[in-house]
């Protein structure tokens, strides 16, 4: 989800023109289809309808540091007399930032031994690259390997009205993801964070916008994830579905830790035309799409993916194209078509390194 500039920002020779508030699914569905609501600006004021207490919204600048310390595990492999299985130990501590590999049920699961932050603990700001190109070109995250299988159980989700059982299922996915991408990011020099989940059936404000109702956003802001109660009426109720627009969000997580996201705010601010800003916003999108199908492939094992749910995850993707909203002539716009969406859906489910969700590189006809 995009967010409005904060923080210090580049100058520019002519008026900065203003930024849209996006949200992938925020667009409120009519009956029947149709309907492609106008943009709407966030509101700074307002009061919250519940009371979190939550960072206020604030930049910091990159820490480009060394990969973390191996958290502590199994030393087994350091007397192993095998220099193959040796190497394959080492190359996981380098790129993965842990040697914790566990057998469970017969699956041997990575990341057993990393210790996923709190919610909420850690970095208060997302990063701010000052303007670096590279964060989205090349940004360190892209040469991780994607970890499979990592292990995670969610709760069962036995009524997607239920706002209490989809709060616990998010919850938990968000603890799933972050072990899932913790360990990477960390060997890339940035820090894990956990973001807070509000699921909520009442109407309120944040510092991103308006709570909408059927909606889902990132707020970058505070580091926060906010999914309506009736997310099914745009996901659709089938529980694969809500998870995979519970992990796009979570990429926005992501991007917003790598500094990913703001350099966004640069590169839009340097475009030249309104249809150079609407292709980089595209481009992060659409790898939002990609980084949370990766995130299905990495936990299929435990939580039970099937290539049924692959199929109605891309159906998902597909149905929130532009072109499913907007007419052709209005095309193209600001998350990517059907096509675009499923296409970097699938390269996700197929993914073995971050850098294969590298839309910053890609043509311009694979990010329409």
């Known amino acids: 989800m995009s967010y409005p500039p904060r923080g210090p920002v580049p100058p520019r020779s002519q008026p900065a023109r203003p930024q849209p508030y996006q949200n992938p699914y925020a667009q409120q569905w009519p009956a029947g289809g149709g ?51 040796g190497l394959m130990v080492g190359y996981y501590a380098l790129t993965q930032g842990a040697d914790d590999t566990a057998t469970v049920d017969g699956v041997d699961y990575l990341h057993e031994d990393y210790a996923v932050p709190a919610v909420g603990e850690g970095p208060t700001q997302v990063v701010d690259t000052l303007d670096n190109p590279a964060a989205l070109t090349d940004n360190p995250l892209y040469v991780q390997p994607v970890p499979i299988p990592v292990r ?22 968000s603890e799933c993801l972050t072990r899932t991408f913790g360990p ?14 509000l699921v909520y059936d009442s109407a309120g404000v944040t510092p991103c916008g308006d709570l909408d109702m059927p909606n889902a956003f990132y707020c970058g802001a505070n580091q926060g ?7 099914y009426r745009i996901a659709g109720t ?18 917003g830790r790598t500094g990913i996201l703001i350099q966004r705010v640069y590169e839009q601010r340097k475009a030249v035309s ?29 939580v039970g993916y099937t290539d049924a749910d692959r199929q109605e995850i891309l159906s998902a993707a597909r149905s929130v194209g532009d072109d499913q909203f907007l007419p052709p002539e209005d095309l193209p716009s600001t998350h990517g078509t059907s096509a675009s969406r499923a296409l970097w859906t699938e390269r996700g489910f197929g993914a073995t390194v971050f850098g294969d969700c590298n839309t910053f590189v890609a043509p311009a006809d694979e990010v329409r």
Not at 79 to 84: A, F, G, I, Q
Not at 184 to 197: D, K, M, N, T
């Open 35 to 85: 309907g492609y609501p106008a943009q709407r600006r966030p509101q700074q004021q307002g009061p919250w309808q519940r009371q979190l207490q939550w960072p206020p919204p604030q930049f910091q600048q990159p820490q480009w540091q060394p990969p973390a310390p191996k958290r502590s595990g199994s030393a087994w492999w350091l007397v192993l007399p095998l220099v193959v299985l």
């Open 184 to 197: 990477a990011l960390e060997a890339s020099g940035f820090q894990a964070y956990q973001p807070r989940v």
């Open 238 to 255: 089938h529980q694969s579905r809500i998870d995979y627009v519970m992990a796009h969000e979570y990429a926005h997580n992501v991007q």
């Open 274 to 302: 309104e249809a150079g800003e609407l292709e980089v916003n595209r481009r992060l999108e659409t790898q939002a799409d990609c980084l949370a199908a990766s995130f299905v492939t990495s936990v299929a094992d435990s």
């Open 152 to 173: 995670c159980e969610p709760s069962d989700v036995t009524n997607v009205r239920d706002t209490a059982e989809l709060q616990r299922r998010m919850d938990e996915l």
């Open 225 to 231: 994830i906010y999914l309506s109660a009736d997310l």
